[in-house]
């Protein structure tokens, strides 16, 4: 037992001399309700217990013992059963039914979403036991999957009953709208009236949200919702769930309509439409039978009142008495004669009206029952033409749908309405879905955007984009896209789209992304930049050499341009231009020259000039007579080259 049980001062106490308190098992806005043991009949029941807060409050006190009266009116197998109801001190209480199992709300959060056979079977058990409410003038105002109770034997029952009222008792306080605004009527939301039509927009909600996972209004505030309720139509079912049969998609919204006027007049008429809904599709639901009492082993035997007796014990002496009669009696044996002959009669006038029943049966059967239903063919795949010439051979008339298909090639059938497989009287209306093919995309431009929204844009869009990229190095921030490839699915050329295009659903697509700019490896040495190069994927096919003032010898220059153009992507190959230093000069002549015209030509020509003369009075009267190294010889930029002049 957990901590929060064990500090309940409720568990384990026997209340009004009766129901020992045995666990919590619920708490709601007015009430918790625990299992106890009804020491008297010896028997688990549920205990619903007002809250202490509540209990000063007559309006409250009033409407927790209206649900006992509500609810024990009722004697159906799909209503919780209310045994007792009382006062303990200042505790207000309620004796109900206890049934093992799960609410409906339990199931979708498991599910979330119901499958058609196990919603239909809910929503058949939900409306017989609303419609004998609302057959005794009572308004539930709280129908919603908390109060829908799914017993672990498979007995499906609505309880809590606290909100009903008589039917005739159908305005709010005007000081609260009590009910849930999830599945709050919008007549409850504008004039503050309840009915049985109310019950029934409730259900439509719910049955909404079975079939599709969620409800169909959604909010941060509950009158965000309420306001919803009041203005909005639901939509249909399908719209979240394509498998939703048509006939259960207009069930929601026959139910869900904005006017009660227009709803089913009560559970009656809706359970009516429902039960022609289960015939059509061909589902029924799924009932769990409860084991009879006092040696009867079902409930149809109950009715039948057929029990099973024990033959008294003087019966036994009678039959072996009987036996011991003198066959030689003449008038016995007549009279037995006369009793087989008269059984034998009675046998064929039996068997004549049992053929006679049996003729009649089948007449009706194929006639108007049953067997005068034709199962709808399967047509998927084939022209409008061959699908209706298949209806036409079950008496079907066929009439044209259309809708976009990402599967089905244009002009095939994808369905039928009813679906292929359901029972439907002789030339009732089939619709023929047809396929247009793939709708038509508009994408917009997904240059300069990341990655990840253009593969979310193109996914919204039904198109499926490689897993692996084309790359390029671009002036681009890396994991940018700079480029969109539309492959067609129906074949033909590929579409650029980078910056906007109209495609297809269904259609394929490449992403170019960038790798960001391209490292430079001018003025590196030469292996580093090859290694350099291989490592973002480009590849060099050659190196040459050229004389360089600026770079080191043995460093890059410079590197080819890319083959063809364009963007550099991993795998090019490119090739390299490699330093050999600065390139030689030859050292020029002098003589003639004083020594100091001589210096000067010597820096001109890119040399670096030595003499001793430099800069005394005499290096413009000493002429030059030569050079050192020789005039004419190849030689370095900024070698060092000495002047010659006479008397050096």
């Known amino acids: 037992m957990s901590t929060s049980q064990q500090a309940d001062p409720l568990i384990g106490r026997l209340v009004d001399g009766r129901y020992r308190v045995r666990a919590r098992i619920a ?11 009804d020491l008297r009949l010896e028997r688990r029941v549920a205990l619903k217990v ?18 006992a009266r509500a609810a024990a009116r009722l004697a159906d197998p799909n209503v919780v059963n209310v045994f007792d109801q009382g006062q303990d001190d200042d505790m207000a209480y309620l004796v109900m039914e206890y049934l093992p199992g799960i609410t409906l709300r339990d199931l979708l959060r498991e599910q979330r979403r119901l499958t058609i056979p196990q919603a239909i079977t809910i929503m058949d058990a939900v409306l017989s036991g609303l419609a004998a409410a609302h057959r005794a ?22 309880g809590d009953f606290g909100l009903a009222r008589a039917t005739t008792a159908n305005t709010a306080t005007g000081q609260m709208l009590l009910g849930t605004i999830a599945y709050l009527a919008p007549e409850l939301v504008t004039r503050g009236t ?35 309720h009041a203005t909005d139509s639901v939509p249909r ?73 024990v033959l008294p014990s003087n019966a036994m002496t009678t039959a072996v008495t009987s036996a011991a009669v003198d066959d030689a009696d003449n008038a016995t044996r007549l009279r037995r004669r006369t009793k087989s002959r008269a059984a034998k009669g009675a046998w064929l006038v039996a068997l004549v009206l049992v053929l006679a029943v049996l003729a009649g049966g089948t007449g009706w059967w194929f006639g108007s029952g049953p067997g005068s239903l034709v199962a709808i063919p399967a047509v998927e795949g084939k022209t409008f033409d061959q699908a209706r010439i298949a209806l036409a051979a079950q008496s079907l008339r066929a009439t044209q749908k259309s809708e976009y298909s990402l599967d ?63 790359t390029f190095y671009t002036d681009y921030a890396a994991g940018t896209v700079v480029g969109t490839l539309i492959h067609p699915a ?130 413009d009267i000493f002429p030059a007579t030569g050079t050192d190294p020789a005039t004419g010889t190849l030689q370095l930029p900024g070698t060092k080259v000495k002047i010659l002049f006479a008397g050096s």
């Open 27 to 37: 708490r709601g806005g007015m009430a918790t309700v625990y299992v106890a043991t």
């Open 50 to 67: 007002m809250h202490g807060h509540l209990s000063d409050d007559a309006v409250f006190q009033s409407r927790f013992i209206q649900e």
């Open 137 to 158: 003038g009572i308004v539930h105002r709280d129908v919603k999957p908390e109060n829908v109770l799914l017993a672990e034997d498979g007995r499906i029952k609505i």
């Open 194 to 228: 309840a009915d049985a039509r109310s019950d029934i927009y409730a259900l439509g909600i719910m049955l909404y949200e079975m079939l599709t996972g969620e409800q169909p209004y959604k909010g941060e505030q509950p009158m965000q919702i309420a306001f919803q």
């Open 237 to 309: 079912p399908s719209v979240k769930n394509p498998g939703i049969p048509e006939p259960l998609d207009e069930l929601v919204l026959w139910a869900t309509e904005r006017t009660p006027d227009d709803r089913p007049a009560d559970a009656d008429e809706m359970l009516h439409r429902l039960r022609e809904i289960e015939q059509q599709l061909g589902i029924a639901p799924q009932v769990q039978r409860t084991l009879a009492v006092a040696g009867v082993t079902s409930a149809d035997q109950l009715d039948s009142d057929e029990f099973t007796k």
């Open 408 to 470: 089905v090639a244009a002009g095939r059938a994808i369905r039928t309405e009813p679906r292929a497989g359901s029972r439907v009287d002789k030339d009732a209306r089939v619709d023929v879905v047809m396929s247009l093919g793939p709708a038509v995309a508009t994408i917009p431009a997904l240059i300069a955007k990341s990655e990840s929204d253009a593969r979310g844009i193109l996914a919204t869009d039904h198109i499926e984009v490689d897993a692996k990229n084309t």
């Open 490 to 619: 129906g074949g033909g050329k590929d579409v650029e789209c980078g910056k906007g295009c109209t495609a297809h659903q269904g259609d394929s697509a490449t992403l170019w992304v960038s790798l960001g700019p391209l490292p430079s490896v001018v003025g590196k040495p030469a292996d580093d930049a090859v290694q350099t190069l291989k490592g973002l994927g480009i590849t060099v096919s050659d190196r040459t050499e050229a004389y360089s003032s600026d770079v080191a010898k043995g460093s890059v220059v410079s590197m080819g341009a890319r083959s063809g153009g364009g963007w550099w992507r991993p795998g090019d190959s490119t090739t390299l231009v490699v330093s050999k230093g600065p390139q030689p000069i030859a050292v020029p002549p002098v003589n003639g020259m004083t020594v100091h015209e001589a210096f000067t030509a010597l820096q001109k020509a890119g040399f670096t000039p030595l003499t001793s003369l430099e800069n005394s009075p005499f290096w």
